[in-house]
C-alpha cells in the first residue's frame, strides 16, 4: 500500500492515542496483513463505534486516518438519512454501501462513516416505524459485510456518538460493531499537544508557557482548544491595531490568552454551571485554621496529585461545613474553587426537587458526569440537609417530599463511592442543620472532613470589616476595632450590611459626601440588630460535630 504514510494522522490531530491505534487496526492493518490473516483463517473487524463528549474530536480522527491511509470515504449523516418519502432513506443506504464496496474492489481499503448515529438509528422500542426500517436495513447491510471475507474488498463501518446508550442495543455487538471506543476530554499533556497544534502558525512570546494554560483549562476539549487559539489570535490583532502597529507579525502574550480564556469557556459545562462571584481566600475575614484545612482538602489532592500518588494517599471525596447562617459558608467553597483553578458546579434543593418522578436524579446523575468530564471539578451543594435528609425522619409517611428525598439522597450515595465512582470530584456541601443530614453520608469515605463554621470572634469581625471598607474613604475618628468589639454575635453577613448602612448613613447626611465617619456606623449600629443570639450559639454549639481533618 503505497500511502500508508503518505500523511501522518498526527500533523491533523493531537492526542486520542488509543481511538487513533484502534482506528488504524480497523482500516489500515487488515490491507497491510490480510495475507497472513487469511492462512490462520481469522477474520478482521469491521465494524468500530467511538463514543464520547461532543467536540473531542471523534469525526476528525476518522477523517485523519482515512487521508493517512489513502481510503476512500464515504459519509452518510443524519441530514442525508432524513428522507420525506418511504423508502428513500434505506434506498440511500444501500447506494452507499454499494458504492464504497465498488471503491473498495479497486485494492484500496473503503471506509463508511455514519455521524450521530443515535439519531439514525435509535432504539427501536417505541419508536416510529420509519426509523426501525432504518435500523433494519442497516443490521442487514452489515451482516452482509461478513458473508465471504475472502472474496468481499475491504470495507469497515465507522460511526460516531454522543450518546451511545441511545444506540439501538442490536449494533452493539461483535460481528456488527466490534470495538467501542470513548474518545475523552483530553488530559493536561493532550491540552498543550492540542494547543501546540492549532497554534503552529501563530507567533507566540517567548513568555508564554502551553504547558500551564493547558493545565488551567480543566474540561477543554478539542474544538474548544481550538476556538481559545483563534480567540487569542484575534485578541493580539486587536490590541495591535488599536496600537497602530503595521507591518510585523503579531506575537501572543499571556495576557492574550488569558482574556480569551474569560471568552471561550468549556462546552461541557454549558448549561450546568453557572456563573458566580470569583472570591479569594483574602476576601474572607478570620478563620484562618479553616481555612487551612481546606486548601490541604481541595487545593492539594490538585495542585500536587503526584504527591499523593507518591505516597499512595486517596484524595478526600467530601467536605461537610456546618454551622449559623451568614458565616461565609459558601463563600469559603467558591474561594476553594478559584484557588484550585477546578470547575465548579452548584445544585441547590429548589433545582432538583421536582414534580415530575425521575427529573431530580436525573439531574443530579447528569451533574456528576459533566463533572467527571471536566475534572478536576467541585461539586457543591447548598443546604445540603434538603438533598439528603434523614431516611425514616417523618415516621414512615410516605408523602411526596419525603419520597423525593430518599431517592435524591440514595441517587447522592451511588454517585459519590457506589457504582459510579466519582473519580476526580471534590463534593463540598453547606447546611445549617447538620443533624438533620443522613447518617450514611456523614462517615469517612463520603464526607471525610466535617469543619464547623463558626460566627467571627473579635480578630475576624476586625478582618472582616477591613476587607468591606477598603473601598471606603474612612475618616481618621474611625476605629475598625472598637466597631469589631461593639458587634458581638454580628456574622460576616451583618457587618457587610453594617459597612453598607453606615455609607448609606452618610448619604443620607449629605449626597456629595466622600468619607465615611465613626458617627455614620453608629448610627448603623443603632439601626442594625445581629442575626444571631446567644442561645442560638448554645443550640449549634450543642448541635455541632465533632470535626474531622
Known sequence: MENVTMKRAEDSIAGNKRALEALRKLI??????????????????????????????????????????????????????????????????????????????????????????????????????????????????????????????????????????????????????????????????????????????????????????????????????????????????????????????????????????????????????????????????????????????????????HAFARLGISPLRGVLLHGPPGCSKTSLAKAAANAAQASFFSLSGAELYSKY?????????????????????????????????KRGSHDGNSSGNVTIGERLLSTLLTEMDGLELATGIIVLAATNRPHAIDAALLRPGRFDLVLYVPPPDIDGRCEILRIHTRRMNLGADVDLTQIADKTDLFTGADLQGLCREAGMAALREDITADTVHDRHFQTALDSLRPSLTRSMIEEYSQLKLHDRA
Not at 286 to 304: F, R, S, T
Not at 373 to 379: H, K, V, Y
Not at 381 to 386: I, P, S, V
Request: aromatic share 6%; glycine share 8%.
Open 357 to 389: 418522578v425521575g427529573e431530580g436524579e436525573a439531574l443530579l446523575r447528569r451533574t456528576f458526569l459533566k463533572a467527571r468530564l471536566a475534572a478536576p471539578s467541585i461539586l457543591f451543594f447548598d443546604e445540603a440537609d434538603a438533598i439528603a435528609p
Open 28 to 305: 489500515i492493518y487488515p490491507f497491510l496483513y490480510g495475507h497472513i490473516s487469511q492462512k490462520l483463517g481469522l477474520k478482521w473487524p469491521r465494524g468500530l463505534l467511538l463514543y464520547g463528549p461532543p467536540g473531542t474530536g471523534k469525526t476528525s480522527l476518522v477523517e485523519a486516518v482515512v487521508l493517512e491511509s489513502g481510503a476512500h470515504l464515504t459519509a452518510i449523516s443524519t441530514s442525508s438519512m432524513h428522507r420525506a418519502h418511504v423508502g428513500e432513506s434505506e434506498k440511500f443506504l444501500r447506494e452507499s454501501f454499494a458504492e464504497a464496496y465498488s471503491y473498495g474492489s479497486s485494492g484500496k481499503p473503503s471506509v463508511i462513516f455514519i455521524d450521530e448515529i443515535d439519531a439514525i438509528c435509535p432504539r427501536r422500542d417505541n419508536r416510529k416505524e420509519h426509523e426501525s426500517r432504518i435500523v433494519g436495513q442497516l443490521l442487514t447491510l452489515m451482516d452482509g459485510s461478513k458473508i465471504s471475507s475472502k472474496s468481499l474488498p475491504h470495507v469497515v463501518v465507522v460511526a460516531s456518538t454522543n450518546r451511545v446508550d441511545a444506540i439501538d442495543p442490536a449494533l452493539r455487538r461483535p460481528g456488527r460493531f466490534d470495538t467501542e471506543i470513548e474518545v475523552s476530554v483530553p488530559t493536561p499533556d493532550e491540552r498543550r499537544m492540542i494547543l501546540e497544534l492549532y497554534s503552529r502558525n501563530l507567533k507566540i512570546d517567548q513568555k508564554v508557557d502551553l504547558q500551564v494554560i493547558a493545565q488551567s483549562c480543566n474540561g477543554y476539549v478539542g474544538a474548544d482548544l481550538e476556538a481559545l487559539c483563534r480567540e487569542a489570535a484575534r485578541l493580539a490583532y486587536r490590541r495591535a491595531s488599536n496600537r497602530a502597529i503595521t507591518g510585523e507579525v503579531v506575537s501572543l502574550k499571556m495576557e492574550d490568552w488569558e482574556d480569551a480564556k474569560s471568552e471561550v469557556g468549556p462546552s461541557i459545562t454549558r448549561g450546568v454551571t453557572k456563573e458566580y462571584s470569583k472570591v479569594s481566600w483574602d476576601e474572607i475575614g478570620g478563620l484562618k485554621d479553616l481555612k487551612k484545612k481546606l486548601q490541604q482538602a481541595v487545593e492539594w489532592p490538585i495542585k500536587h496529585p
